[in-house]
């Protein structure tokens, strides 16, 4: 029989072996919302200044922009299968090869259960051994994020794709600074080899059997930060998100209703190169806005030029 003392010690080491498990969970959430706080330790990535480009070689603008070679991954779900016409003639077109990768490719995810992180590890590991030799940047995105490839490209003019490279729109989880899929994933050459080497050699990489699972994009930073590659969140010069993960209309709003007196153009980045959660009839709006809209009598003066695609109608 036990006595009511011992009654009290069990009780008690239960509840605090209860409390531990969820302080240390809880603890391990910490997600950056909106602007930086003073004492957050972010890399920061920034695009060249046409300093860089004048300085760095005597090719011509044309000649420059056909060496950023840009792979685009959408990687969707089955139920995805409306946005894949848009997506194909839209954003996409302006990519140097997109692929479209759902759950319905049964050659490629040939897998009983609905991991994404799985389904992640075998996109890459698929990509890379296709295509990884013919491109130096991937960019991996959501069927429901639209993206400025021009942008994009213009980001990573001053980078070398031979280096570790892994940038997007970070977010903070205790430790673990990550690029969140819904902004988009962006990775070089060279992240691409290290990743391809670890998801074939590595148990580093292998879906975890914990409490809670992980999502996709945090498990993709602890397999890349065993490789030696770290999150790197992309900003304009004035310290702005250029991959985002909302749609413009809902940032805009956020922005005024906490400061009504703010001017609208001064909220988001002119070199924002994605922004998600939209519809495929508003990824036709932001193709129409972006490429075929006209103010007469503007002319503009870029440093690199990125021609539409061939047989493109809608740009």
């Known amino acids: 029989?036990?006595?009511?003392?011992?009654?009290?010690f069990f009780k008690g080491m239960l509840l605090g072996s209860i409390s531990w498990v969820l302080i240390t969970m809880f603890g391990q959430i910490h997600i950056r919302h909106g602007g930086q706080t003073p004492d957050h330790k972010h890399h920061h990535?920034?695009?060249?200044?046409r300093n860089d480009f004048l300085n760095t070689s005597e090719m011509t603008p044309m000649e420059l922009s056909k060496g950023i070679r840009v792979f685009c991954i959408i990687f969707g779900e089955s139920e995805d299968e409306s946005y894949w016409v848009v997506l194909k003639e839209t954003w996409t077109k302006h990519c140097d090869k997109t692929e479209l990768y759902d759950t319905k490719n049964d050659n490629l995810f040939n897998i009983e259960s609905n991991d994404k992180w799985v389904q992640m590890r075998t996109t890459y590991k698929h990509v890379f051994e296709k295509y990884g030799n013919n491109y130096n940047w991937f960019f991996l995105a959501l069927p429901t994020t639209f993206a400025v490839i021009e942008n994009l490209k213009y980001l990573l003019f001053t980078r070398d794709?031979?280096?570790?490279f892994y940038l997007g729109h970070t977010v903070v989880?205790?430790?673990l600074q990550y690029v969140t899929v819904e902004g988009g994933i962006v990775l070089s050459r060279?992240?691409?080899?290290?990743?391809?080497?670890l998801l074939h050699n590595s148990e580093n990489c292998a879906g975890q059997s914990v409490i809670w699972r992980l999502s996709e994009d945090k498990q993709l930073a602890i397999c890349l930060?065993?490789?030696?590659?770290?999150a790197e969140n992309a900003e304009d010069y004035e310290g702005r998100d250029v991959f985002n993960t909302k749609p413009i209309a809902q940032l805009i709003e956020e922005v005024l209703s906490n400061n009504p007196?703010?001017?609208?153009a001064s909220c988001l980045s002119d070199m924002a190169i994605t922004f998600n959660g939209l519809t495929p009839q508003k990824m036709e709006v932001m193709m129409y806005g972006l490429y075929r809209l006209r103010a007469f009598g503007h002319y503009f003066n870029d440093t690199l030029v990125f021609l539409p695609p061939v047989g493109s109608e809608n740009d």
Request: charged residues 20%.
């Open 1 to 8: 029989m036990v006595s009511a003392s011992g009654t009290s």
């Open 45 to 49: 990535l920034r695009p060249p200044n």
């Open 161 to 164: 794709a031979s280096q570790p």
């Open 173 to 175: 989880s205790g430790d």
């Open 190 to 197: 060279e992240s691409m080899k290290r990743l391809n080497r």
């Open 225 to 230: 930060k065993y490789a030696g590659v770290h």
């Open 261 to 264: 007196q703010q001017v609208v």
